[in-house]
């Protein structure tokens, strides 16, 4: 089983619709993240939270929202999904001790039509 | 504005030769660097990184120079591999890590 799950691993969804993408990890880390990616814009930080009780905004917040139900799980929302949503998204954990420990999920393919 | 640059999107390099993929970064506090490879259709996975307080990390085929009064990195892979075709992205670590755009990597036969 892998480190980090995330589901689904494609969705393809219409304008307006709400969806929610989950991610769960086994590594036991505090520390969890959403990072989306574009063609040739790389990986932006979307959400992250350091603990069950704490969320932050990361550099493009707009249009999603979080939930950390748990140490182990991590979700996205978009509450209402527009064409510019579409793109790749990645959850990633970390134990906190350095960028080498990011562990990331193989992410998830989602289409807003 | 970008924190992070990789000015090159893509890089041919054949079997065999180094590969020298080149970063620059704006924030003098930056303390740690790293790089990550992605394939397609997976996550990035780390590779090598550098602490601020050194100017060389090399692991195997991989090394990572780090010029601080430049602001700059750059990752050495000698010799090149065909398993070495995909994505690298130059990070920096703050709270959180900050990626660049990344740079694609083709090994040519």
Redesign the interface.
């Given at each position: 089983d892998a480190d980090?799950t995330q589901t689904p691993r494609n969705r393809i969804t219409k304008t307006g619709k709400r969806i929610m993408l989950e991610c769960s990890q086994t590594k036991g880390h505090d520390r969890m993240?959403w990072?989306r990616q574009d063609p040739?814009?790389?990986?932006?930080?979307i959400y992250?939270s350091f603990d069950v009780k704490d969320i932050n905004k990361?550099e493009i917040s707009d249009g999603y929202s979080v939930s950390r139900q748990a140490q182990a799980k991590f979700s996205l929302s978009l509450e209402s999904a527009i064409p510019n949503q579409t793109a790749l998204y990645?959850c990633?954990t970390s134990g906190g001790t350095?960028?080498?420990?990011?562990t990331?999920?193989?992410?998830t393919r989602l289409t807003v039509v | 504005d970008q924190q992070v640059k990789q000015n090159s999107p893509s890089l041919s390099v054949q079997e065999g030769r180094i590969s020298i993929l080149n970063c620059d970064y704006t924030n003098s506090m930056f303390d740690y660097f790293l790089w990550y490879k992605k394939y397609p259709a997976e996550g990035p996975t780390f590779l090598i990184s550098i602490s601020s307080i050194k100017d060389k990390n090399e692991d195997g085929r991989f090394t990572v120079f780090l010029n601080k009064s430049a602001k700059h990195l750059s990752l050495h892979i000698v010799p090149s591999q065909p398993g070495d075709s995909a994505v690298y992205f130059c990070a920096a670590l703050d709270d959180k890590i900050i990626f660049g755009k990344g740079t694609r990597l083709h090994i040519l036969p």
């Open positions: 980090v993240y990072y040739g814009l790389g990986l932006r930080l992250y990361g990645f990633a350095g960028g080498g420990g990011y990331f999920g193989s992410g | -």
